[in-house]
């Protein structure tokens, strides 16, 4: 399978779980790249609209895996607006997972996913597995071991 991790990192806490979700999507036989969403102004205290600079196209993915920092308890704008611009990906795999400092999902991170999955359903998809991993847990290695883990095997 053919698997696109789509993801915005701004100070590479994301990018480093994508790199893990990529080798272990490898490590089952599929092909997988990572693909970043950038922005004009990423300065996270900007209170202008995001303008998207980078939107990886989805479509040409079998499965894609979305990625995304938590931002104030919600979801990084940045991917908000992306995943709202996309085209309708019906048929397609998906599966998530965001960051986050806190050390509880109840601090953002459940939210965000919640979130993402909404998105992704108004894009004609059920989000097939979802991660959140924090940054501030003492199990973090674990978590992102799990949730590589967990998004390697979507799709079968
Ligand atoms: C403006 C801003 C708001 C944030 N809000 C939260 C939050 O509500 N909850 C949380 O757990 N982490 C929050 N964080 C921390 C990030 O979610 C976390 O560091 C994430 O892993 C960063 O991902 P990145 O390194 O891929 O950019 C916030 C970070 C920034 C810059």
Known sequence: ???????????????S???????ACLAQGHTAVIERISAENEDPNSKLPVRLKNA????????VIFGAPVQGFSLSPIVKAY?????????KEVGCFVTQHFPKPWMGGKQAAKQM????????????EIG??????????????DVASMLSRIGG
């Open 1 to 15: 399978m053919n698997v696109g991790i789509i993801i915005f990192s701004r100070t590479g806490n994301t990018l």
């Open 17 to 23: 779980v994508a790199e893990k979700v990529r080798d």
């Open 56 to 63: 990886p196209d989805p479509v040409r993915f079998d499965a």
């Open 83 to 91: 995943l709202t611009q996309i085209p309708q990906i019906t048929g």
């Open 117 to 128: 999955c909404s998105l992704c359903q108004s894009k004609g998809v059920v989000v097939a």
């Open 132 to 145: 959140i991993i924090n940054w501030m847990n003492k199990s973090r290695k674990g978590q992102i071991d």
